[in-house]
């Protein structure tokens, strides 16, 4: 899968620090990571082209203007690919991953980019401005610390289903009954109807937990399938959890 996006937006990011994005060293960026993992099976795919973006007027093509619509400021741009293709697991769960936040934009889980390497240089105000970095990569997370930092995939798959329409037996049911009688005569038809609506939503709300374990610590977590807080990090040891596993929770019946 090929993907781009903003690895490092110059705003205040959700810890209150702005990066400063003419002074980041770009020239040893080359790597995609996993969750900030530090194994070799967070080493996902490679950075093939970044460059900086200051303005409109400096973006070439309809990916890098799509980026500075959703950053609005100076950023560091980045395309690069996965290695889905070669059967590395990581790499392949990222991409479906990313795959089905793109195309459920109804659902709260979203996929960005956290830009990866090491501060150089603070200064500013309780010294909250990184004024001199350096950039290794960027990694795959499901929670940025600046959300500006959108990660999309080559090729529009935005195919939202958040208007789902009724499953077809409900609809069947609704026209088998007499529309020309009034509802008191067709209230046991209804009632049928909506009670299997509600078993259907009973099973979807005990289907829609998950659970993910830490490969660290052995520490289960519990939580909805759908939360705006889906965990990346283990509560127990604080290391964080790979794609795969995320990936492999969300899709737990």
């Known amino acids: 899968m090929r993907i781009y996006g903003i690895a490092a937006a110059q705003n205040s990011d959700n810890s209150g620090e702005t990066i400063l994005i003419d002074n980041i060293d770009t020239s040893k960026m080359r790597i995609l990571n996993d969750e900030h993992g530090e194994s070799a099976y967070s080493m996902i795919g490679a950075v093939e082209f970044h460059k900086k ?26 395309r690069g690919e996965l290695a889905d293709m070669t059967e590395h697991p990581n790499a392949k769960a990222a991409a479906a991953l990313l795959e089905f936040c793109t195309a459920r934009p109804d659902l709260p889980l979203r996929v960005g980019l956290s830009i990866e390497g090491g501060i150089l240089e603070r200064s500013g105000e309780d010294n909250k401005t990184l004024s001199k970095t350096l950039a290794t990569g960027a990694s795959f997370t499901i929670k940025p610390c600046n959300p500006r930092c959108a990660l999309f995939m ?18 069947e049911a609704l026209k088998k009954s007499d529309s020309t009688t009034s509802f008191k005569e067709n209230r046991l038809a209804v009632l049928m109807v909506c009670m299997e609506m509600l078993e259907k939503s009973t099973r979807d709300y005990f289907g829609a937990f998950t659970s993910i374990k830490c490969h660290h610590c052995g520490t289960g977590i519990r939580f909805f399938k759908s939360s705006r807080d889906t965990p990346n990090r283990c509560h127990s040891c604080s290391e964080p959890f790979s794609l795969a596993a995320i990936w492999s929770a969300i899709q737990k019946d």
């Open 53 to 78: 973006i200051h303005s409109l007027q400096e973006c070439a093509d309809d990916y890098e203007r799509r980026c500075w619509d959703h950053a609005k400021v100076p950023f560091l741009y980045v």
């Open 154 to 171: 080559e090729g529009d798959l935005r195919k939202s289903i958040a208007n789902m329409a009724p499953p077809p037996e409900y609809i």
